[in-house]
T-cell receptor, first 115, second 113 residues
Framework: GAGVSQSPRYKVAKRGQDVALRCDPISGHVSLFWYQQALGQGPEFLTYFQNEAQLDKSGLPSDRFFAERPEGSVSTLKIQRTQQEDSAVYLC?????????????FGNGTRLTVT | GENVEQHPSTLSVQEGDSAVIKCTYSDSASNYFPWYKQELGKRPQLIIDIRSNVGEKKDQRIAVTLNKTAKHFSLHITETQPEDSAVYFCAVPYSGGYQKVTFGIGTKLQVIP
């Protein structure tokens, strides 16, 4: 009965480094989301997967951000050439269904600090 | 895209008092409205939701009311307890059919013992 698992829990990167953040959704969940949460703000949508298909990436802030979910389960969010403004908590959420009222289950997030 | 406004941004109440948080939204096609609670350093968790075919829903000390005409919905917490202290987010899913969700800015609730 594990929930959504994210790793690493904390990541410190020097400006310009590439990082990869991992999300293990709840087994069998069709939908997977990535959100970015800046300090004191609400989560901001980044991208959405339905199984392995990336149906919406409109929230990715730049082409330095890339997400994948090749087998429809584990997902990775990659940030290239990190900048200080990328510092935030990155939340992954999964949902059993794909309809609008299927509740989101969030992971604990990865706190990224870019120095 | 969806425009969600949430207020107040901070709220302090004495233990036992009630707390009310309000959100307004822009897309009149929206018809599902969840509320999430996020304790410090933890994940957001769904605490209650409402669908547009009802005007109010209660779950013990928590209730949500919806006014579709005015496009706003509110979270009500009665008999507040210290463990209610957290940040509360309203959310409005994308009306296009999947759960791309726009969150409010959050309300930091502090319950003073």
């Amino acid at each position: 009965g594990a929930g959504v698992s994210q790793s690493p829990r904390y990541k410190v990167a020097k400006r310009g480094q590439d990082v990869a953040l991992r999300c293990d959704p709840i087994s069998g969940h069709v939908s997977l989301f990535w959100y970015q949460q800046a300090l004191g703000q609400g989560p901001e949508f980044l991208t959405y997967f339905q199984n392995e298909a990336q149906l919406d990436k409109s929230g990715l802030p730049s082409d330095r951000f890339f997400a994948e979910r090749p087998e429809g389960s584990v997902s990775t969010l990659k940030i290239q050439r990190t900048q200080q403004e990328d510092s935030a908590v990155y939340l992954c959420a999964s949902s059993q269904g794909s309809s609008y009222n299927s509740p989101l289950h969030f992971g604990n997030g990865t706190r990224l600090t870019v120095t | 895209g969806e425009n969600v406004e949430q207020h107040p941004s901070t709220l302090s109440v004495q233990e036992g008092d009630s707390a009310v948080i309000k959100c307004t939204y822009s897309d009149s096609a929206s018809n599902y409205f969840p509320w999430y609670k996020q304790e410090l350093g933890k994940r957001p968790q769904l605490i209650i939701d409402i669908r547009s075919n009802v005007g109010e829903k209660k779950d013990q000390r928590i209730a949500v009311t919806l006014n579709k005409t005015a496009k706003h919905f509110s979270l009500h917490i009665t008999e507040t307890q210290p463990e209610d202290s957290a940040v509360y987010f309203c959310a409005v899913p994308y009306s296009g059919g999947y759960q791309k969700v726009t969150f409010g800015i959050g309300t930091k609730l502090q319950v003073i013992p």
